[in-house]
Nanobody
């Protein structure tokens, strides 16, 4: 069974940095795309960053220039480097991978458990 395990969340002061990691494990044939989402209290979950297997990236406007998504294809791992953090970045961050477990299965979306990021003085 495929499992996504996240790490790197925590408490930081405004202007600080964190790096989130999410590793996919289990039976995996190919990972097509990986995303980072976040959900703040009382708000809907939003897409923060997206990266394809070829390395193309997209970001929500509010994090452009501050966040960087990257991936290590050999380790099936996606990262989110977060710099110049603001209190509005406080949320639970979730990773999502679109992947095929075998050569004969269609791609499915798999989610991590979420990791808390708190930006506060």
């Amino acid at each position: 069974q495929v499992q996504l395990v996240e790490s790197g969340g925590g408490l930081v002061q405004p202007g600080g940095s964190l790096r989130l990691s999410c590793a996919a494990s289990g039976t995996i044939f190919n990972v097509y795309a990986m995303d980072w989402y976040r959900q703040a209290p009382g708000k809907q979950r939003e897409l923060v960053a997206h990266i394809t297997s070829g390395g193309s990236t997209n970001y929500v406007d509010s994090v452009k220039g501050r966040f960087t998504i990257s991936r290590d294809n050999a380790r099936n791992t996606v990262y989110l480097q977060m710099n110049s953090l603001k209190p509005d970045d406080t949320a639970v961050y979730y990773c999502k991978a679109v992947l095929s477990p075998t050569t004969s299965t269609l791609p499915y979306a798999y989610w991590g458990q979420g990791t808390q990021v708190t930006v506060s003085s």
